[in-house]
């Protein structure tokens, strides 16, 4: 285990922005080493994009070589957020699990010291092949925001992951390089996406390089073989920072725990390879022939002059006494951004007010009384100023910014006493019109595979900017800077010490009405209690319900009383689905006054990352359709999280969870089926050590149904021994990699007349409808003689057939299902034909 007091030391030697884990308190962590790199930083005006499709593509190690290394300004393109993937630390997917993978990519920044950015593409899945890809994405419409993030970042190399070919693997790591290579010439070209030129000039970087990744000992083969490549050591030592950068490239990777990718700080030599695409061919350095300094600008050789000076001069006890040079090269830098307009000019002179504070001792901070709060309603904010250092330090005037319209302009001068907090309370009114801190890529509904962002100017922005933010302004030895910080909430919990959370506009109430589409298996109608909570105090109003055609609920609507925050209750209506078919969506809306709040609200928490905030639509699907099913009694052994139990209920199956005592000693013959969750032989060792059980159980009569699990091994292996799988059926079975990820592809029935296909429910094509984002994964690669393949499906234009999806065999008296189609994802997404499916294998041993 990693300790605090580990992190803050890897913070204190490289300098973050802030303290990692980064819930903690705002820590301007300053010292010699951070300064010294300030330093650097601001001498050096070149910069590095680095382009790929998902969080954890990135080379972390090159990341941190040129940003803590080489002291570049340094950039992570992710064309998506991750939402497609697994979540392998809680239960949240789709939209949450992008914001956490969000969040997660910016504490690996904060560590290595590059900055992130975001196309609005989706992680919709695995695909094999770019065109697959480029089916779900709109190809200009992606390649437009590349070529956006291009013109506002101003690279002078970008540096692409893949190769964009089939060697990539994943689709989307194709479609990464294929658009890289495109926007590196498109960024530069005023007739390509000329609506951007209102707020960015076109952009040329002066070389398109190629790291090639990796990930299996075959591509790091062929990486060796490749000709002309230059070669660098990301092991190399940083003597300053007390790490190699291959060691801050573990750290860094290994806050992107929703993946598990956990890594090793290794010490010593990391060869690492990178191919000139486009521009001069680079030899010896990534940056060859580019000049990186401050001699770029006209006039600029000045200012590199007075920073080498403050470098050379720089004295670790008496930062302070760089001042008047600093000062100085300011001036000029801000002469030279005024003549040439240029936007790095104008950035770095932020970056002198920064490392001026620094040098200054100056701390500031700008904290709210809560860290959440609605619309009218009032936020006590207390503005601190702090001068650790001998300079004549006076505050100018504070300003409070975010919030339009309201009277919160503060302007207090007056002299900082050294050491001695220099402290101004204000009360901010939220105005009622306020919005909500919905993530702004989610704040209207998905377009297909994109996001829909309305602002095009938010477009690969990270995260929404603050609610609130203040800025200083203040006279330091006689130079006025200004400062701007974030309206934050710290708090100091008892466990972990002071923590900080970022300020959220919430709606009153949230109304938890997402998630598992809601399906009638026969006419009767349901009981169905929502839950309502309050958000940040007493709140009272009505619930209805919005329904499709054909559905009625009752009472019209509820009322509820909640006398203050977090309280919660629920709303309770009776559902009555048609007799017919349908699918449609419902919405539950809260009427809080005469606000109308149709969301849930939810936070996004875990240690390594700040709180989140967003607003799932309080809509769920509701499913009519006729669904039989022989098993009541269900026990369900859980992986690593999965809403198929909830799903099972909906059939009316009682579903008990079976603990590691169950398995080894519990009555499973009360059971008529017991279902293994999502990877459950790979997290659940109390399964594997009790298999023999299990099917002793079917022996005598019982269902067993075994869900999907990841073959360990290289991810091009396609069938490989992995000891955790070794028993997951009666009789051998090796589970493979083999996917299906086309939706839509075709399903067949090698063996038609299995009742599987029949009782109670008869399968038909119909059946395989309505999928989404694949139709199963790690299919069995080879498998005893005595199963039997129910289902065979393949993707569109692989001559394979694929019959390892889902096997069966009658064991003793009961039944054995293997089954590595989509069920997790199907059942809560409300697909008939996929309840349907699932019944009958959970009947098996009653209908074989
Ligand atoms: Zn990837």
Known sequence: MKSPLHLRLLLLAIAGVTLVPSVSAQKQLSGETRIRLALEELNNLGSVMMIAAHPDDENTALLAYLARGRHVRTAYLSLTRGEGGQNLIGGDQSDELGILRTEELLAARRIDGAEQYFTRAIDFGFTKTAEETFTKWPREKVLGDVVWAIRRFRPDVIILRFTGTPRDGHGQHQVSAILGKEAFSAAADPSRFPEQLKYVQAWQAQRLMNNPAAFTDRQQTENDAIPEKLELDLGAYSPELGYSYNEIAGMSRSQHRSQGMGTAERKGLLMNYLVTLSGDKARKDIFEGINMGWSRLPGGAAVSVLLDQAAREFVPAHPEALLPLLAKARQLASAIATQTKSPIAGRKLTEFEETIALCGGVWLDAQADKFEITPGGNLRVTLTALSRSPLDAQMVGEKLAGIPAVPNVVIYPGALVPNKPFQYSVTVKVPPSQPYSQPYWLEQPR???????????????????????????????????????????????????????????????????????????????RRIEIPVKANTGKASGDVHLELPNGWKAAPASQHFDLTGADEQTTVAFELMPPQADSQGDARAVAMVGDRRVSSDTRVINYPHIPAQTLFPPAESRLVRADIRTLAHNVGYIEGAGDEVPAALRQMG????????????????????????????????????????????????????????????????????????????????????????????????????RLPLLHKPNEITSRDFEGWIQERGLNFASEWDPKYQSVLESHDPGEKKPLPGGELYTRYGKGAYIFSSYDWFRELPAGVPGAYRLFANMLSAAKTQ
Not at 464 to 482: D, Q, W
Not at 713 to 725: D, F, Q, R, W, Y
């Open 653 to 752: 199956c009682d579903v008990t969870f079976l603990s590691a005592a169950d398995l080894l000693h519990g009555d499973l013959s009360r059971f008529d089926a017991i279902v293994t969750g999502v990877r459950a032989f790979n997290t659940r060792p109390d399964l594997r050590a009790n298999y023999q059980r299990l099917f002793k159980y079917v022996e005598n009569g019982g269902t067993l149904i075994v869900q999907y699990n990841t073959p360990e091994g290289g991810p091009n292996n396609t069938a490989v021994e992995s000891p955790a799988l070794a028993h997951i059926g009666p009789y051998p079975i090796k589970t493979g990699r083999e996917r299906v990820t086309v939706e839509e592809a075709p399903v067949t029935f090698p063996n038609p």
């Open 447 to 525: 377009d297909g595979s994109m996001y829909s962002v309305p602002d095009g100017q938010q477009i690969g922005d990270p995260e929404n900017a603050p609610v609130l933010s203040a800025e200083f302004r203040m006279k330091l030895g006689g130079t006025e800077i200004v400062l701007t910080r974030p309206v934050v909430h710290h708090y100091v919990d008892r466990v972990y010490g002071e923590l900080l959370r970022p300020l959220a506009i919430v709606p009153p109430v949230g109304i938890d009405f997402s998630g598992t589409a809601l399906v009638f298996p026969d006419t009767k109608s």
